[in-house]
C-alpha cells in the first residue's frame, strides 16, 4: 500500500529518491521520509502529509548522500504522524523501509522489549528493524543479520534495510509484496513499482518469493529463500518516463477518464483480425486450455470484481457455460468445490492486489485446468504466476478511483467470451458482429465523453446531499455498483448500487426528496421493467438521473432528470459506455465539493496488504 524508493550512486541519491517518491505518492501520501548515509551515521529526515511536505523540509534543511532509502506512507499500524512514519530506525545507525504487514509482530516486539529495546512508534516495521539490530550483534553482518530476521517473520513485506557500518549497500527482502531492481551504470536502485525508476533507468530485476539481495554500487547479488546465490532475468520496462504526466489536465482521473477510447483501442490492437479473435493473445499455452474449458470461476477485488460481474453475463449468455465471481479476500479463505474443467481466472490493475496473489497462489493447487490473469502491469506478481495472461495496456493509472482500468478490463473480459463462445457454438456470423462491435466502441466513447459539459451541470444536484442510489437490471447491475463505488471513493457521498427490481425489498424505504437516484437504461430486454421500478421511484417522491438510450421515453415530468446516450449502442457495448457518464458524475461531483480527487481520503491505489 506504500511506496518505498532507493539508491546507491557515486552522486547525491536525494533527487532520485523524491522523484521517484512523487511518481509513487498515488500509493500512499499519509506521510513521507528520506534516510541518507552520512558519516558513520545515517541522516533521516520525515513529515505528515504529502511528499510535498518532505521536499519543504529538504529545501530548508538540505540533506545528501550516495546511498539513501525513501518512502510514502498509506496506514495499517499506527496512526499517520511523524513518529509513525518512514524510515524507521534501530538507533542512529540502521535504517528501514517496509510495505506489507508483519502479523506476529506484537509476539516479536514483547520479546524485543524483554531484552531493552525501547519502542517510538507503534507500527510493525520498527519491530523488524530492532529485530535486525539483535541479529546484527552475533552475526557481525548486515546481510546475515536480514536473514535471521526475515525468518522470524509472518506476513507480507517488502524491506529495504541500510546501514551506517555498510552504507555502500542496501539489502532487499521480498515476501508477498513487490520490490524490483533497477539496474544504471556504476549505480543501482530498488522500488516498489517500476514507475518510480524510469527517469533513471529501463532494465529491471524481479525478487522471487523468499528472495534476499545485496545491491551495490556496481553489482546485485540475489540469495533465494534458502540462502542458495541465484539468478534473477532482466527485463527492460515498456513504460515511457512520461506515462504518468498529468499534462493539460486538473486532475489524473479526469485524464484518465479522456484516454479511455485510446486505452480501449490498445486493448483490442492485435487481438482481433478477420472478425475473429486471436487465440494466442491468451499466452502460448491458451489453446489446449481454453479447449478443455467447461466453466469459469473470475476472482477479483473492488473494481476488477465489478468488470467480473459483468463478464459473468457475457460468458452464461454467449458461452453457454457456468461462471461464478467471488471477492478474492473471501475466495481465499474457504475451501471451493472446483468442477472438472474450470478455468480459473484473476483481474487487477496492478497485479499486486494481496488477496488476489494469494488466491492466484491457491488455485494452483485446487485443480483447475488453468490460471488467466487480466492485468495492466507486465511486471507485476500475478503476471508472472499466472499460467496464461492477458495485458489490457491501459497505460499508468494514477488516480486512486479505477476509470480506464475499468474499461479495459471489460475490453479484455470481452475477447476472453468471444473466444469462449466459439468453441461452444458460436456461429462464425455472431462473432464477426460481436468482434465489430468492440472495434466500434472507441469511436462511441469519444461520443460519450461529449457529453462532459452536461454531466458537469448536472452534477449540481449533488453537491448538498449526503447520500444516492444507483440503479440498473441484468448486465447494467455492475455498472451501477461500479457508479456508485466512483462516487463514494472521490465524494465521500454514501452511495449504494440495488438491482432495480430490489427496490421493493427494502431500498425503496429510504427514498424520498434527498435521495437522488441514478439509472443506467439502454434500450434492451429488461427496459420496461426498469421503467416500472423507476415509477416506484417517482412515486414516492424521489428525484431521478437517467442515463438512457434516446429512443427510451419516460415522458415530460417534474424530477426526472434524462441524459441522452449515443444512439443505437449495441447490448455488447452497452456496459462498457454506460459506464462513462457515471465516472464524469463522480468526478464533477467531487471536485464542486472541494475533495482531493486523485488521492481520496483512507485509500491508496495498490493494495498490497491483506
Known amino acids: 500500500m506504500c511506496g518505498i524508493v532507493g539508491a546507491v550512486a557515486e552522486r547525491n541519491v536525494v533527487p532520485i529518491l523524491m522523484e521517484g517518491l512523487r511518481r509513487l505518492e498515488y500509493r500512499g501520501y499519509d506521510s513521507a521520509g528520506i534516510a541518507v548515509d552520512g558519516d558513520n551515521s545515517i541522516h533521516r529526515v520525515r513529515r505528515v502529509g504529502k511528499v510535498q511536505e518532505l521536499q519543504k523540509a529538504l529545501d530548508a534543511n538540505p540533506v545528501q548522500g550516495s546511498t539513501g532509502i525513501s518512502h510514502t506512507r498509506w496506514a495499517t499500524h499506527g496512526i499517520p504522524n511523524e513518529t509513525n512514519a518512514h524510515p524507521h530506525m534501530s538507533e542512529d545507525d540502521i535504517a528501514i523501509v517496509h510495505n506489507g504487514i508483519i502479523e506476529n509482530y506484537e509476539e516479536l516486539r514483547a520479546d524485543l522489549i524483554e531484552k531493552g529495546y525501547v519502542f517510538e512508534s507503534d507500527t510493525d516495521t520498527e519491530v523488524v528493524a530492532h529485530r535486525i539490530r539483535h541479529h546484527l550483534k552475533d552475526s557481525g553482518e548486515i546481510l546475515k543479520a536480514v536473514q535471521a530476521t526475515v525468518v522470524e517473520l509472518e506476513g507480507a513485506y517488502a524491506l529495504v534495510v541500510m546501514s551506517a557500518s555498510d552504507s555502500d549497500k542496501l539489502i532487499l527482502a521480498r515476501q508477498g509484496c513487490p520490490v524490483v531492481i533497477g539496474l544504471g551504470i556504476g549505480e543501482n536502485f530498488v522500488a516498489s513499482d517500476v514507475a518510480a525508476l524510469l527517469p533513471v533507468t529501463r532494465q529491471f530485476t524481479f525478487l522471487d518469493e523468499g528472495d534476499v539481495a545485496v545491491v551495490e554500487r556496481t553489482s546485485v547479488t540475489i540469495f533465494d529463500e534458502e540462502g542458495n546465490e541465484v539468478e534473477r532475468a532482466v527485463r527492460e520496462s515498456e513504460l515511457s518516463a512520461d506515462a504518468a504526466d498529468r499534462g493539460d489536465y486538473r486532475h489524473y482521473m479526469q485524464k484518465e477518464i479522456h484516454e479511455q477510447a485510446v486505452a480501449v483501442a490498445r486493448t483490442l490492437e492485435e487481438r482481433v483480425a478477420g472478425g475473429k ?88 493447487e485446487a485443480g483447475y485446468v488453468s490460471t488467466l490473469t487480466i492485468c495492466n502491469v507486465p511486471e507485476s506478481s500475478m503476471v508472472r504466476e499466472s499460467d496464461l495472461v492477458m495485458m489490457t495496456r491501459a497505460g499508468p493509472e494514477i488516480g486512486v478511483a479505477s476509470t480506464k482500468a475499468f474499461t479495459t478490463q471489460l475490453a479484455a473480459l470481452a475477447l476472453l467470451t468471444i473466444s469462449l463462445a466459439r468453441r461452444n457454438g458460436l456461429e462464425e456470423k455472431k462473432e464477426r458482429a460481436l468482434v465489430t462491435q468492440l472495434t466500434e466502441i472507441p469511436a462511441l466513447i469519444n461520443q460519450v465523453l461529449k457529453m462532459d459539459a452536461s454531466i458537469e451541470a448536472l452534477a449540481q444536484h449533488f453537491v448538498d446531499k449526503h447520500h444516492a442510489l444507483f440503479l440498473g437490471r441484468g448486465v447494467q447491475n455492475p455498472v451501477a455498483m461500479e457508479g456508485a463505488l466512483k462516487l463514494k471513493e472521490i465524494s465521500y457521498i454514501h452511495a449504494e448500487a440495488y438491482a432495480a427490481g430490489e427496490l421493493k425489498h427494502g431500498p425503496l424505504a429510504l427514498v424520498d426528496e434527498d435521495m437522488p437516484v441514478v439509472a443506467v437504461a439502454p434500450d434492451d430486454q429488461l427496459l420496461e421493467k426498469l421503467k416500472s421500478n423507476l415509477q416506484e421511484v417517482k412515486a414516492r417522491g424521489g428525484e431521478l438521473f437517467v442515463f438512457a438510450d434516446p429512443r427510451v421515453q419516460f415522458g415530460d415530468r417534474a424530477g426526472i432528470h434524462m441524459m441522452r446516450m449515443p444512439a443505437m449502442i449495441q447490448d455488447f457495448q452497452a456496459p462498457i459506455l454506460y459506464t462513462i457518464p457515471l465516472q464524469l458524475l463522480a468526478y464533477h461531483i467531487a471536485v464542486l465539493k472541494g475533495t482531493d480527487v486523485d488521492q481520496p481520503r483512507n485509500l491508496a491505489k495498490s493494495v498490497t496488504v491483506e
Open 277 to 364: 479473435v486471436l487465440d494466442a493473445v491468451f499466452g502460448p499455452s491458451a489453446m489446449d486450455a481454453l479447449d478443455k474449458t467447461r466453466g469459469v470461476h473470475i476472482v477479483a477485488c473492488g473494481t476488477s470484481y465489478h468488470a467480473g460481474l459483468v463478464a459473468r453475463y457475457w460468458i452464461e449468455e454467449l458461452c453457454r457455460l457456468p461462471c461464478t465471481v467471488e471477492i478474492a479476500s473471501e475466495y481465499r479463505y474457504r475451501s471451493p468445490v472446483v468442477p472438472a474443467g474450470t478455468l480459473f481466472v484473476t483481474i487487477s490493475q496492478s497485479g499486486e492486489t494481496a488477496d488476489t496473489l494469494a488466491a492466484v497462489r491457491a488455485a494452483k
